[in-house]
């Protein structure tokens, strides 16, 4: 397995490029980070091929809602541009979004009401357009189920087993699940039988602590043992750490918790 370090949330004392220099300090194999487009990009590459990390995933989407049919031609173009950005900066993975957020991270909501039977089937319509070009550039899409409670009100994809049985439809490699654990705890909890049940879906795995979306040992998730039943299912992809450091500086909240998993 690959620890990525998210670079949106660690080490934010330092310039956002900085930070992969110091992440590569932290004793991480990759990075990771949200939209591109406000990123400077050069500089990201740069720093990449100085430090030999990898780029392990970035955000996908650039406008529109994958569970609206009335976006998919908008939607798809704004991936398209995305593969091309991730072509460049060597990333393996691209992560989508269900819908546009608002500033406070909740859901811009439409004026018309799309049911959930329309969204899963409007999503599963984009994952499916997705094969191909997953095929053509050998960059792996996940779809991230998100919390509705405490951070994203609105949230279309918010159950990890939804997300799987999209994944399930679909049938392909390539297109895979981000499960992340801070999410999934605060929406159904029994972390270690859903990696049982749904581990064949697992594309990506993401981990923080619960309450606070801080590094693990603040809250109430046992990540030494989570981790233990991720290796035992057969989980060989990304562990990313997308925690904010609390109580202590990034470097030692990622230290920590390095030593604690590996």
Known sequence: MKYSCCIELLFTEYE??????????????CIEFWCWQDKDIDGIK???NETGMELAIMQ???EGRMVDANDFYIYMEGVRESVKTAQYLGAKNL???????????????????????????????????LVPIAEESGITFVIEPLNTLVDHRGYSLCHSRDGAEL????????????????????????????????????????IA??????????????????????????????????????????????????????
């Open 167 to 206: 994944i399930r439809s679909v049938g392909h490699p390539k297109i895979r699940l981000l499960y992340d654990a801070y999410h999934m705890q605060i929406m159904e909890g029994n972390i270690i039988s859903t990696i049982r049940e749904l581990k064949d879906a697992f594309g990506y795995f993401h």
């Open 46 to 48: 740069k720093a990449l």
């Open 60 to 62: 996908g989407n650039i």
């Open 16 to 29: 956002f490029v900085e930070r992969i220099y110091k992440a590569k300090e932290a004793g991480f194999d």
């Open 209 to 262: 602590d619960v309450p606070g979306r801080c590094q693990p040992g603040t809250g109430e998730l046992n990540y030494p043992v989570i981790i233990k039943e991720l290796k035992e299912s057969g989980y060989d992809k990304y562990i990313g750490f997308e925690f904010a450091a609390s109580g202590i500086e990034s470097m030692e909240a990622c230290t920590r918790t390095l030593a604690d998993l590996k």
């Open 95 to 129: 992560f989508l979004m269900s819908d546009i957020m608002k500033e406070d991270r909740s859901v811009l909501e439409t004026d018309y009401v799309i049911t959930k039977e329309e969204k899963m089937e409007a999503t599963l319509e984009i994952l499916k357009a």
